[in-house]
């Protein structure tokens, strides 16, 4: 068992580390080269003073990492080390250079952020039911291993194991792309009369959301998995260049929102399962206090699980539409409830 730890990076990751061991009753230090961001980040996780850690770990670019390397093993030589980054070739590249034995470092990504970093927008529920990826290598000693996925268990993260070329892959195409092509579509905002934007609804905003990411922690990531995403957007640039010459052709656009549908499709549900196909019931509610609680008072009356909802309302609207996602089974039940009992339920939409 272990019940110390290191952190060294006091940002979203490392402080939302910090956060959720220490709720789970380990002792934590926050440590980071701007004393303001260290500060913050230990009078939020409540972080003490240790000795002799059990875990390090490197909360920081991949960049960073030879700058401190040296100094942390030096401190701590008979500790387990770990990282965060996103692109793992890299790191262990870093440390076959440094003096820090690979049997005591465990490369680590976990697929788990917020488009705004920063100490402040760290929580400790960030890692719950999120795959955390580990990609030791040959040389890594089995105690290290146990160590590390000791954290991961005790955040609350999903425990994946993946070779680090493997893992490099696969970020390319479910977390550097979608950053890329949310930067892309937000920059032709950029150009645009001020007042188109009022026509904004959910659909943009979703795709665009990401957009607001760190810029310098984005061009770190992207330039360190430059190999993979290459690629990966070449095939799209064509796939796209194919569309543009399509545009006349109504079953080739049909087409490529149908591939699109398809790959959709395939992304797991909750906590890794299979995606389901959800029902979606609507719900137009008074805007006053208390009805969402009074609709989930009668879905646990009923036990029927809401999986998502979606509520649209504007300033000054008497009323506001609420969309829930149920399974079919789920959805039907629920309507013949709320129906029998006077709210205004329409009809099921798939």
Not at 125 to 134: C, P
Not at 217 to 246: T, Y
């Amino acid at each position: 068992m272990i019940n110390k730890v290191r952190i060294v990076g006091s940002g979203l990751i490392g402080t939302s580390i910090g956060l959720a061991l220490k709720s789970q009753g380990f002792l934590v230090q926050m440590v980071d080269s701007d004393e303001s961001a260290q500060a913050l980040a230990h009078d939020l996780v409540g972080g003490v003073e240790v000795s002799d850690p059990d875990v390090v770990i490197f909360a920081i670019p991949s960049s960073q990492i030879s700058v401190v390397i040296e100094a942390e093993y030096k401190l701590n030589p008979n500790s387990t080390f770990m990282d965060v980054s996103s692109v793992k070739n890299e790191v262990v590249l870093e440390i076959k250079k440094s003096s820090l034995p690979l049997s005591q470092f465990v490369p680590t990504h976990p697929m788990a952020g917020r488009e705004i970093g920063g100490a402040a927008s760290a929580r400790a529920d960030l890692f719950a039911a999120r795959s955390w990826v580990i990609t030791p290598t040959d040389e890594c000693s089995p105690d290290s291993i146990n160590r590390v996925v000791e954290v991961i268990k005790a955040v609350g993260a999903d425990l994946i194991t993946l070779p680090a070329d493997e893992h490099d892959r696969a970020v390319a195409v479910v977390s550097h792309l979608p950053q890329i092509l949310s930067s892309l579509l937000a920059q032709a905002l950029n150009s645009i009369p001020s007042e188109w934007l009022d026509l904004a609804g959910g659909g943009l905003r979703d795709t665009t959301r990401i957009a607001a990411s760190d810029a310098q922690l984005w061009s770190e990531i992207i330039s360190s998995n430059k190999d993979e995403i290459s690629e990966l957007a070449r095939v799209m640039h064509q796939s796209l260049g194919e569309l543009i010459e399509s545009l006349d052709n109504r079953e080739a656009i049909r087409n490529f929102i149908e591939k699109g549908r398809l790959g959709r499709s395939r992304i797991p549900g909750k906590h890794g399962g299979k995606a389901r196909d959800y029902s979606f019931l609507p719900i137009v509610i008074d805007d006053k206090p208390g009805q969402l609680a009074a609709i989930f008072n009668e879905c646990a009356k009923i036990a029927v699980n809401v999986e998502d909802l979606s509520i649209e309302h504007s300033p000054g609207q008497l009323n506001a539409l609420i969309t829930l996602s149920l399974s079919e089974i789920d959805a039907h039940q629920l309507s013949n409830h709320l129906s029998a009992i006077g709210w205004n339920v329409h009809p099921i939409l798939k």
